[in-house]
């Protein structure tokens, strides 16, 4: 079965600095990886995913995420956090049937 | 125009009743989806409906039944309401996946169960 991993429940930068949440999943196949964000009372948007083709993978909101097989990795970055930033993300894989399995989320916050 | 609405947005209730949550996608989009949002945010799938058939059915309890009228609706009945079902419930949808897995899955606002 497919998994993800999450390091670090929160994350806290200062506005302005390197913003990197980090994604590790297990699949016994070739994983397709989402990142979706959560605001307060929100649901969940998408920011970027990977299927196939190049492995850094362009998001909105100025972020990006590079699949790495050989570490099984997909970390998140945006190389200058916003305060509009602040907001719960999750990394997820997809499984059989298009079902989303997902970590259990970093709370990114962002300090002025 | 909101691509995935739910109603309620929030639902207070007493234990042993039954309630009922609506989806609706505007997206035509074929296939629809129930998530579960625990009080530690931790998220997880419980049914996937492709054009009104049944894909998807994790290990949730009978009292959980979810109905879809037509592949644009997926609604979620509840039955004896326990104290345990207090969640968020999201509501997904996306395009039959052609290739598995690949399709992106578009969130509804969710629907904030509390029961009591």
């Known amino acids: 079965a497919q998994s993800v991993t999450q390091l670090g429940s929160h994350v806290s930068v200062s506005e302005g600095a390197l913003v990197l949440l980090r994604c590790n999943y297990s699949?016994?196949?070739?994983?397709?990886l989402f990142w979706y964000v959560q605001y307060p009372n929100q649901g969940l948007q998408l920011l970027l995913k990977y299927t196939t083709g190049a492995t850094l993978v362009k998001g909105i909101n100025g972020f990006e995420a590079e699949f790495k097989k050989s570490e099984t990795s997909f970390h998140l970055t945006k190389p200058s956090a916003h305060m509009s930033d602040a907001a719960e993300y999750f990394c997820?894989?997809?499984?059989?049937?298009?079902?989303?399995?997902f970590g259990a989320g970093t709370i990114l916050r962002v300090k002025s | 125009d909101t691509a995935v609405s739910q109603t309620p947005k929030y639902l207070v209730t007493q234990m042993g009743n039954d309630k009922s949550i609506k989806c609706e996608q505007n997206?035509?989009?074929?296939?629809m989806y129930w998530y579960k949002q625990d009080s530690k945010k931790f998220l997880k799938i419980m049914f996937s409906?492709?054009?009104?058939?049944?894909?998807i059915n994790e290990t949730v309890p009978n009292r959980f039944s979810p109905k879809s009228p037509d592949k644009a609706h997926l609604n979620l009945h509840i039955n004896s309401l326990e104290l345990g079902d207090s969640a968020v419930y999201f509501c997904a949808s996306s395009q039959e996946p052609r290739v598995a897995g690949q399709e992106t899955q578009y969130f509804g606002p969710g629907t904030r169960l509390l029961v009591l």
């Open positions: 699949s016994s196949v070739p994983p397709y």
């Open positions: 997206l035509g989009h074929d296939t």
């Open positions: 997820a894989v997809s499984q059989y049937g298009n079902k989303l399995v």
């Open positions: 409906y492709n054009n009104k058939e049944l894909i």
